[in-house]
Structure formats: C-alpha cells, structure tokens
T-cell receptor, first 111, second 114 residues
Framework: GQNIDQPTEMTATEGAIVQINCTYQ??????LFWYQQHAGEAPTFLSY??LDGLEEKGRFSSFLSRSKGYSYLLLKELQMKDSASYLC????????????WGAGTKLIIKP | NAGVTQTPKFRVLKTGQSMTLLCAQD?????MYWYRQDPGMGLRLIHY???????AKGEVPDGYNVSRLKKQNFLLGLESAAPSQTSVYFC?????????????FGPGTRLTVL
C-alpha cells in the first residue's frame, strides 16, 4: 500500500532551526522529493533523496532512511519567507513510477 | 522561457457544464501531468502523459478526459462538471519521469462548481 504522513502544521521562530518529518509506506521505493509551496502558488522543487543519508543545499538539508521509511527536511536560519507548506512525495514502482504526495506541512514563522 | 503555463486561472461552472483546461510547456519535456489539490489532502494525479499522443490514468481519473495532440500541450476536460470537482488544478511537466527527474508546475487553475 501507499501512505505518506507529515505533521499538518508547525510553528517556528525567525532565525531558528526546524525539522519537518515525513514517514512513508510504499510498494517499491524509488526516490523521495521535497517541494515548497507558498500559499496560492505552485509547488517548487527543493530536494531529492534516493540513498540513505543527508543531502545539503544551502540552508536546507534533507535526510533519508530507507529501512525506517523516514525522511526529514531541515531548515536552518529561518526567514519569514520560509513560511509555506512543505510537501513530501515518494516515487514508487508500484504506481508506475509516479509520485505519491503527502498532504503537506504548513510552516508558520514568527518574528 | 515561460516554463509551464495554465489557462484559465479561475473559473466558475454550474453543475453539468463542460470545460477544458489548457496546459502548455516550453521546456521540451516528454512527461506531462494533471493533479488536483484539495484542502487537507496531498496532490492527487488525475491523468498523465509520457509523450505526444499518449495518455494514462492516474489515481483519480473518473469524470475527466485528457488529450496530448502536441508535445507542448496537455488538455484536461470536464464533460459534465460536479461540485466534487471543485478544486485547484495543477499541471506539471518533467523530462523523463524517472530517477531524480523534477516536476515543474504551472500556476494552477481554481475551479468552483456550483
């Protein structure tokens, strides 16, 4: 089966660090994506993981553990513009390699 | 280079009316997708295409039809709109549909069916 879980909403303070978790159960894991979506806008690509470990890209990092079906997105030095929804998506062989999306985590940044 | 564009941006329909949503991409991508996004739910794939002249069903295809007559365009049709089809519709495109291939999204169409 396919199931992707993320927290619905998180709040963090400007300048701080926040970790957004994503757990998944899929039939034939083939990669995990994180996208950012500002309110009323289109999702935009942030990161991709297919092997275990940490991928770092500036203030954003993404971690994957395939054995645990777990990923997290780490945002450092939070800025007000980071207020957005963060979408976790998994590519799986069982769905003809199409992406299965989580419901997203709405991140609210407070001054 | 406009990326992925969608028309219209907003539309209000009455139950039973039909309409077509147009998606266009200028990145020469092979794959194109139509998703719907509803509050509290992830993006759900309606239909997709792996190349010109091909289409395939996604997770929620009922009530929708698609066509990909030209590589750069992907049309989504609603033959008889229902209130359950009120949603935000996103089109996306990608190069290969495998591996680290990234999907690029259009700005979305907000559809309300009364």
């Amino acid at each position: 089966g396919q199931n992707i879980d993320q927290p619905t909403e998180m709040t963090a303070t400007e300048g701080a660090i926040v970790q957004i978790n994503c757990t998944y159960q899929t039939s034939g894991f083939n990669g995990l994506f994180w996208y950012q979506q500002h309110a009323g806008e289109a999702p935009t690509f942030l990161s991709y993981n297919v092997l275990d470990g940490l991928e770092e890209k500036g203030r954003f990092s993404s971690f994957l553990s395939r054995s645990k079906g777990y990923s997290y997105l780490l945002l450092k030095e939070l800025q007000m513009k980071d207020s957005a929804s963060y979408l976790c998506a998994v590519r799986e062989r069982g769905s003809n390699y199409q992406l299965i999306w989580g419901a997203g985590t709405k991140l609210i940044i407070k001054p | 280079n406009a990326g992925v564009t969608q028309t219209p941006k907003f539309r209000v329909l009455k139950t039973g009316q039909s309409m077509t949503l147009l998606c266009a991409q200028d990145m020469n991508h092979e794959y194109m997708y139509w998703y719907r996004q509803d509050p509290g739910m992830g993006l759900r794939l309606i239909h997709y295409s792996v190349g010109e002249g091909t289409t395939a069903k996604g997770e929620v295809p009922d009530g929708y039809n698609v066509s990909r007559l030209k590589k750069q365009n992907f049309l989504l049709g609603l033959e008889s709109a229902a209130p359950s089809q009120t949603s935000v519709y996103f089109c996306a495109s990608s190069d290969s549909g495998t591996g680290s291939d990234t999907q690029y999204f259009g700005p979305g169409t907000r559809l309300t069916v009364l």
